[in-house]
T-cell receptor
Framework: SQTIHQWPATLVQPVGSPLSLECTVE??????LYWYRQAAGRGLQLLFY??????ISSEVPQNLSASRPQDRQFILSSKKLLLSDSGFYLC????????????FGPGTRLTVT | QKEVEQDPGPLSVPEGAIVSLNCTYS??????FMWYRQYSRKGPELLMY????GNKEDGRFTAQVDKSSKYISLFIRDSQPSDSATYLC??????????????FGTGTQLKVEL
């Protein structure tokens, strides 16, 4: 079976500090990977998606970047955090070539102070 | 106007009630529809997905799609306190490529009371 991991679960960072959130998927190969941010009352906002190693598409211009150094690893980064970067960050995966369901990880709650 | 509209609630019902959760959408390009359940401080969990107009049933859950009205619903029968969560609708356009992106509603918060 497939599992998706995210860490850390919670993070409190000062404004201007760097960020690195990691997501890994087990039990599947060449998944599509996604980073979302969820803010209260705004639903899930797609930030980045990746269809393969080194292939990143950005959905929203912002202070964040993503990388996919390995097939089942997806990293969300920032060089300098802003207060507006606070939120609940979710990683998701989808099985390539099959249907359209996405499966989510447990999320990272980021508070920028 | 948002592409997907969902009443945020909160919706409070007694245990055993039938719950109706709804989303409307404006773009007829949406072809695939999903419902996710999200418990507090957890990632969303896929409940149901459907493509066709009509009903799809899974246990106490029924997903209904009306493409002509651009309206989807999730019905929960015999609701339980464990159903208390936020329910998110999601949909995808019928296009290949582009990472198969989903568009989500903002979620409806449901509380089932004893």
């Amino acid at each position: 079976s497939q599992t998706i991991h995210q860490w850390p679960a919670t993070l409190v960072q000062p404004v201007g500090s760097p960020l690195s959130l990691e997501c890994t998927v087990e039990g599947t190969s060449n998944p599509n990977l996604y980073w979302y941010r969820q803010a209260a009352g705004r639903g899930l906002q797609l930030l980045f998606y990746s269809v393969g190693i080194g292939q990143i598409s950005s959905e929203v211009p912002q202070n964040l970047s993503a990388s996919r150094p390995q097939d089942r690893q997806f990293i969300l980064s920032s060089k300098k955090l802003l207060l507006s970067d606070s939120g609940f960050y979710l990683c998701a995966w989808r099985r390539t070539g099959s249907s359209y369901e996405q499966y989510f990880g447990p999320g990272t709650r980021l508070t920028v102070t | 106007q948002k592409e997907v509209e969902q009443d945020p609630g909160p919706l409070s019902v007694p245990e055993g009630a039938i719950v109706s959760l709804n989303c409307t959408y404006s773009n007829s390009a949406f072809q695939y529809f999903m419902w996710y359940r999200q418990y507090s401080r957890k990632g969303p969990e896929l409940l149901m997905y459907t493509y066709s107009s009509g009903n799809k049933e899974d246990g106490r859950f029924t997903a209904q799609v009306d493409k002509s009205s651009k309206y989807i619903s999730l019905f929960i029968r015999d609701s339980q306190p464990s159903d208390s969560a936020t329910y998110l609708c999601a949909m995808r356009k019928g296009l290949t490529g582009g990472g198969n992106k989903l568009t989500f509603g903002t979620g409806t918060q449901l509380k089932v009371e004893l």
